[in-house]
DNA sequence: TACTCGAACTAGAGCGCGCTAGTAGAGCGC
DNA sequence: GCGCTCTACTAGCGCGCTCTAGTTCGAGTA
């Protein structure tokens, strides 16, 4: 920055108010310092400015690596941030990475925010994190500690996603759920009132899962399992969510079950791929565009207006029919 | 610090020394120091750390949002760089934030290297890059430019996927390239090279495309209406990559096209979905865990050892046969 | 002419650390 | 007593920037 400065002449400070596009200087300066510092090959150090300033204007965002919604949010979220002026670093969780790790990258590195893509953690754990930062969880719901959240209005899903196969003739719906995923609670409750609703509590099964393929497939394994020990398959499955539907529907139809001749398939999310499947999945659609928006949002006017008490964001999911669900079959 | 420091009773020196786990502190004083820092929840600020040693010890890592193989790619290079004692960051390309905006933030943010996934960047951009900072580009090879490289060996792969498809009787074999994308020029010559050594120039034709389930579609849709009017349909299509493969599967599929009865398909990648689909995808497997290892283990070099020269990394795929491939149908 | 005022620009402190060069004091041999 | 070494600790500069409180200067105004 010194080099740029006197290579153009100026003080340094005028260097650093051009590169903060703050008035002040006049256009041809402006320029001129411009056309040096590139020629230099001079950009401004973001650790030296978040130093100096006190505000980093980074958020933070906590994804799983392999969920493939999480990655159509941060694809909304990129845009939002840049319009309010901040910048978005990414930090994921794998396998053999934590949550909490993953989180700590992105705080050690001055993010004034973190923005949580379905987090898995303890709700003590998010509690505590609320306290220590600006933090949003999205998908997950956590009432109890003090982080804002933004999700869908889980129950109305399902109830569509329920009435459209019970309008199908389907009476025996199991459901996979996402255990401790994100709204799994939720959609397995409200997977239950449904089937109470139409008179079908006889018929509701809850098959634990988790929200991944490997998930759907086990399911698939188990359910062709018992259907081999004289046990008669579901006529449809509301899976936890898009990832273990596809596992599911992989394990089916390699066994023979055709979708949705023999069995009808619905799932959650609507991630970009559900609709690129071989025959499109039928799902329940959360508008992931819209809640990315919600979410930084949330964060940044957090951060721009101090203690605000949390808030909630429920956006309505939409049922969207796709391919892999049909009439009931005949018995 | 300086809270902790005369709270503690000593210098903000030795305060330093025990927060970077360094010999000159007395077990007693180390233990005081850390418990007064948790009371008055100090934790050190990394971007004045940053600042004051020269090196950030931070990776920088560039991918594709939706490209399903850098998650797998992202998944391996986490734990080689926790190795190897460095941070990573993520910064991901969006259709609205290209890939150059995404290094911007990650240079800025203090990376002592990046990780291209895929670049898909201009080599004269790739090579200022190169001059700027320490590059590594996986999947996309660059020879002019001062990067390093990871890939796998295109043309072993393709060559490989081409005599499984001869072996199987196909001739009409198609082949979606990839555009612009990573290896796709490779994969594409040695697409022709397998042809020629077939003795099968003549039936030898390119689809022009992109790494993305749009362009299998599209090509699915170009296939039919060809078709449609009267020219036969390839036997099997080599797709550019597993996104591709999956498109133009979803395409045939829902016109009833059966593959691979009437159609073999072979991707490219073995991305983590590819195993997954209601019949699994034939494709040549890179391993992403074994290139994420190389990419790493690069950039960490050429940061440590200064001056190296660009390397090259070749790894060799392997083709994986799964039920999207099988015997050219019967005329 | 003497002034006010705004635009263009600058000096220099300070952000929270790491690091180098140093000191104080205890223990040791001679 | 002396010098020596070793451990435990400290003073203070500098990393590259932002920001406050200025200064300078030319145009406009009474």
């Known amino acids: 920055m010194a080099d740029v400065a ?3 002449g100026v003080s340094r400070a005028l260097v650093s108010i051009i590169f903060r596009n703050q008035a002040g200087a006049s256009r041809e300066t402006r320029e001129r310092v411009l056309r040096v510092a590139d020629e230099i090959g ?14 980093s204007r980074t958020l933070g965002v906590m994804f799983t690596v392999h969920q493939t919604f999480h990655t159509d949010l941060i694809t909304g979220i990129y845009p939002e941030a840049e319009r309010l002026g901040y910048d978005v670093l990414l930090s ?13 990258a992105l705080l050690s590195h001055r993010c004034e925010a973190v ?5 898995d953690a303890e709700p003590a754990y998010l509690d505590a994190l609320g306290q220590r930062t600006v933090a949003v969880s999205v998908s997950r719901r956590v009432p109890q500690a003090r982080v804002d959240f933004v999700h869908s209005a889980e129950a109305k899903g399902v109830r569509q996603a329920m009435d459209h196969l019970v309008e199908l003739g389907h009476r025996r719906i199991v459901h996979i759920d996402g255990g401790r995923g994100p709204g799994s609670a ?10 109470r609703r139409h008179g079908l509590e006889g018929e509701a099964r809850v098959i634990p899962g988790h929200h991944t393929e490997e998930s759907g497939i086990e399911t698939g394994r188990l359910l062709l399992a018992e259907h081999d020990s004289g046990r008669p398959l579901p006529t449809a499955v509301l899976a936890g969510n898009d990832r273990c539907a596809m596992g599911l529907l992989m394990s089916l139809t390699r066994s023979g079950v055709e979708v949705p001749r023999d069995l009808s398939v619905v799932g959650y999310d609507d991630s970009h791929l559900s609709h690129l499947m071989p025959i499109g ?3 329940v659609r959360q508008d992931a565009a819209l809640m990315a928006e919600h979410a930084v949002r949330f964060a940044v006017e ?3 207006n101090g203690e605000l008490e949390p808030r909630e964001a429920v956006l309505d999911p939409k049922l ?3 391919g892999t669900s049909g009439p009931v079959p005949a018995p």
């Open 302 to 304: 957090r951060l721009e």
């Open 186 to 195: 939720e959609r397995r409750r409200a997977y239950r009132a449904a089937m």
């Open 115 to 119: 923005i949580l893509l379905g987090p």
């Open 6 to 8: 006197e290579k153009a």
């Open 281 to 283: 999945l039928t799902t």
């Open 42 to 55: 001079y950009r401004p150090d973001s650790a030296a400015r978040l130093l100096a300033r006190g505000r």
């Open 320 to 322: 969207v029919v796709r």
């Open 92 to 104: 994921g969780a794998t396998h053999g990475r934590s949550e909490a790790k993953a989180v700590e």
